[in-house]
């Protein structure tokens, strides 16, 4: 299976996931998508700026007393940013793997399922590379 497939067969396994991206977070650039509906190149810039933001950037770095104090991996793992009408999940790879995922959902969305399958798909894609 194709990145594309990889990640068209996460979103379709997400009601109510209307985009799945994963970026390079150290170049921020964005390398797949799966999409309902095709967004701008700025959206998806955005996108991978915000995920460099707040698995490997400033928020993450804010985070990180926190997170040692509960002795385990101080880099940020996962970071949920809810609105009103959508729920963006940001995933970091595992280990010293420099990728994410980045899930636009609806408000409803089961986010521990969003979380699992994501995991799961970037550990495959990483196990793949």
Do not use: H, W, Y
């Not at 729920?87 to 979380?115: H, M, N, S, W, Y």
Request: aromatic share 2%.
């Amino acid at each position: 299976m194709d990145m594309t497939e990889t990640l068209d067969a996460m979103r379709s396994d997400l009601p109510g996931c209307s985009l799945v991206v994963f970026t390079d977070l150290g170049s921020k650039l964005v390398l797949c998508t799966s999409a309902a509906s095709k967004p701008a190149q700025e959206e998806l810039d955005r996108l991978s700026d915000l995920a460099q933001t707040v698995l490997a950037g400033a928020v993450a770095e804010g985070a990180q007393p926190v997170l040692a104090s509960g002795g385990g991996d101080a880099r940020a793992g996962v970071a949920i940013l809810a609105s009103g009408n959508e729920t963006k999940v940001f995933l970091r790879a595992p280990g010293e793997a420099a990728e994410a995922l980045t899930c636009i959902c609806g408000p409803d969305a089961d986010l521990q399922k969003v979380v699992d399958c994501g995991r799961a798909t970037l550990d495959g894609i990483v196990a793949a590379s």
